[in-house]
């Protein structure tokens, strides 16, 4: 795998982000949402690095299944989140790529009626929009890459690496036949 993003890049890039939102929400309670389940790690630091009082909270929403690359038909289960209703609500995400998840997402949260809503990404994947939208919060911009680790998967694997990395084409390989090898024992 190709390092894009080192343990420490990471850090400093969400510590960055962390001090964007706290001066923009300075003097008011917060309600975190992050949208499970690539935005675990990054909401987890967020929410140690943000200096407000805060609730936090999840959400379910996808478009992407398995190995899957291509993006499918979007599911939301807000079941899991908190009322924000008359709340300052900030939607967490990992990856900002066509654009299709997060705008969905945040046309579905507002018919909860927050106070206000904004969106936090980790990261925006350049080239890649199909929506006309830009993320309030955006830590990095990376190039039209394969990305894992810091919470994104691929095959839901890889969410633990402490760092982002690309994954190629052998990476890729050696994955399936690792994975084949396992079902088989």
Sequence with gaps: MKTLLSKEELHDGVTRMADEISKCYEN????????LTGSVVLMADLIRMIDLPMRV????????RGATTTRGELVINSELMLDISGRDVLLVDDIFDTGHTLVRTLEKMRDFGPTSIKS???????????IEFT????????P?????????????????????????PA??????EVMAAATQL
């Design 28 to 35: 008011r309670q917060l309600t975190i949402v992050g949208l």
């Design 57 to 64: 909270g999840v959400l379910q929403a996808s478009s992407y």
């Design 120 to 130: 936090a990404v980790l990261l925006r994947k350049n080239g890649r929009q199909e």
């Design 135 to 142: 993320p309030d919060f955006v830590a990095f911009d990376i």
């Design 144 to 168: 039209d890459e394969f990305v894992v680790g810091y919470g994104l998967d691929y095959e839901d694997m890889y969410r633990n690496l402490p760092f982002l990395a690309a994954l190629e």
């Design 171 to 176: 990476d890729i390989a050696r994955h399936k």
